[in-house]
């Protein structure tokens, strides 16, 4: 099954033993699989079965796709890039470039002959660049609506707020400014949104694209000298989003023109959502006037996931993949360890179950970690002794000095020990290492520690709960 092609030998050096396919090959399988679903066989078939995977290069996070006529590979850049750019971040978030090359070996070895694409009924125009939504035509991707967000502490602000815009009643706020980390949900409420508000509304005009997609436009209106019709058109949304427009910061007219747009859709009452990776304060370069004008509105963070948030969204996701058999601690493991943002931990799932399918082999604890070793390495988050000793302190509400200090008294020897336990459980430091930041303790010391909390996590059930919640806290 691995076929010379240039897939990063990291990658494959990690998993490929294991099983005879590399995760480049198995994320290739699993995203045609799920593609096929989300954009239809008939469109599937005609235009991105024939494509072939050609190679990844871990360093740039360059993919390289080939279709068998360079009019194919020109067709698919234009209207499937972004697609197939976000499946496969799901899969393998180091992917950061995706090009789709004409080749003519792509085109022997694919099952669809070049002959066949003119038998293919010609695919309804692709709108222009930008998503617009109008009537029965709907741009936004199926699966990012309101019932698949699932909702926790981190983003039930900006949730409840998305609702509110979906709905379409009073708003007793414009705009609403989405903002957090990337892979969080802000494209997913965006999208919720849209998809909403025209199930309301039908022949509403929602229009959404990203900011870089509003530059490009903008920009091309100008050098056609054709800016009316542009300003028109976004006049013209009864709502409009803009994703990610910390890439329009710093950049003059771009800036000026979105903002001064912005302005006057917010006075003649039409909805405007904007995301960004951090908040208006932190965007570069915008003016101050501007500034102002956007905290009229609601600002919401997005925040991380907290375990119980993760924990909930791998359940969800599992509800819709019933041929998947991840046991309880395996879920657990992903919830606890992928905690860098949703993205990954989506796609870790995805990897998992995909791959599982591939190799037939049952998805366990050791398969999981193998699979996803460079996933996992990515989400270690280095706990350092001091922050254990800290929340420890805090936790049984002692001073940090009895770390280090000679007392003997139960109150202060026993979370004494549990620190030493996480020391061992959470940072790759000796014992003799732990021994010594703990008022230069011997390292037998931490043995009968270690082996002490052992023993009464399995007979304390109080005990094994502060355990428990430290690790949790401990790990993010
Ligand atoms: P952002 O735009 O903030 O970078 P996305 O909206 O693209 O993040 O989300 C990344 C992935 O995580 C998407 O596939 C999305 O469906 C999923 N996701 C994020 N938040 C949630 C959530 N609360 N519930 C379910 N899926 C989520
Ligand atoms: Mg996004």
């Given at each position: 099954m691995t076929k010379a092609i240039g897939i990063d030998s990291n990658l494959l050096a990690t998993n490929v033993c294991e099983t005879g396919v590399s995760p480049v090959e198995a994320a290739w399988v699993a995203i045609r699989t799920g593609l096929r679903k989300t954009i239809g066989a008939r469109t599937f078939d005609g235009w991105l079965k024939p494509l072939t995977l050609m190679g990844f290069e871990s360093e740039s996070g360059e993919l390289r796709l080939a279709a068998p006529s360079s009019f194919m590979a020109n067709w698919v850049e234009t209207h499937f890039h972004e697609h197939l750019l976000q499946a496969w971040r799901a899969m393998?978030?180091?992917?950061?470039r995706l090009t789709v090359e004409g080749s003519a070996e792509a085109a022997r070895s694919?099952?669809?002959?070049?002959?066949?694409?003119?038998?293919?009924?010609?695919?309804?125009?692709?709108?222009?660049a930008p998503l617009v939504a109008a009537g029965d035509s709907t741009p936004f991707e199926?699966?990012?609506n309101f019932d698949t967000f699932v909702v926790g502490k981190a983003n039930e602000v900006a949730y409840n707020a998305a609702r509110t815009m979906a709905?379409?009643?009073?708003?007793?706020?414009?705009p609403l400014f989405l903002h957090g980390g990337?892979?969080?949900g802000k494209t997913h409420l965006m999208h919720a949104i849209g998809q909403d508000y025209l199930a309301h509304h039908p022949k509403a005009r929602v229009v959404y694209m990203s900011a870089e997609k509003f530059m490009f436009e903008f920009v091309s209106a100008m050098r056609a000298k054709d800016t009316f019709s542009f300003k028109q058109w976004l006049r013209s949304a009864d709502v409009l989003m803009i994703d990610d427009v910390q890439f329009i910061s710093g950049k003059e007219s771009t800036q000026e023109e979105f903002f001064h747009t912005m302005n006057e859709l917010i006075s003649a009452g039409r909805r405007l959502v904007i995301s960004a990776d951090r908040s208006p304060q932190d965007?570069?370069?915008?003016?101050s006037r501007i500034l102002s004008r956007l905290s009229w509105g609601l600002v919401a963070d997005v925040n991380p996931a907290d375990f119980e948030l993760r924990l909930n969204i791998i359940v969800k996701k599992l509800e819709n993949m019933p041929q998947a058999n991840v046991p309880h601690e395996v879920v657990m493991f992903l919830a606890r360890r992928i905690s860098a943002n949703i993205r990954e931990l989506e796609g870790a799932l995805n990897r998992v179950v995909a791959y599982a399918m591939l190799s037939g082999?049952?998805?366990?604890m050791e398969f999981t970690q193998t699979t996803l070793a460079d996933v996992l390495r990515a989400n270690q988050r280095r706990v350092t002794i001091d922050e254990i000793q800290r929340r420890v302190c805090d936790h049984y509400r002692i001073r940090h000095a009895e770390m280090s200090s000679a007392r003997r008294a139960r109150e202060v020897a026993r979370p004494r020990q549990i620190a030493m336990y996480l020391a061992k459980q959470l940072t790759p430091r000796s014992l003799p290492e732990i021994g010594r930041r703990?008022?230069?303790?011997?390292h037998t010391t931490v043995i009968h520690a270690v082996r002490q909390i052992e023993k009464l996590r399995a007979t304390d059930a109080e005990l094994d709960a502060d355990v428990r919640l430290l690790l949790r806290q401990l790990e993010g």
């Open positions: 393998l978030p180091g992917v950061r694919s099952e669809a002959p070049v002959a066949q694409i003119a038998e293919i009924t010609p695919l309804p125009a692709a709108p222009a199926p699966r990012y709905e379409g009643g009073t708003l007793g706020f414009n990337t892979g969080l965007l570069d370069g915008i003016e082999k049952p998805i366990d703990f008022g230069g303790r011997d």
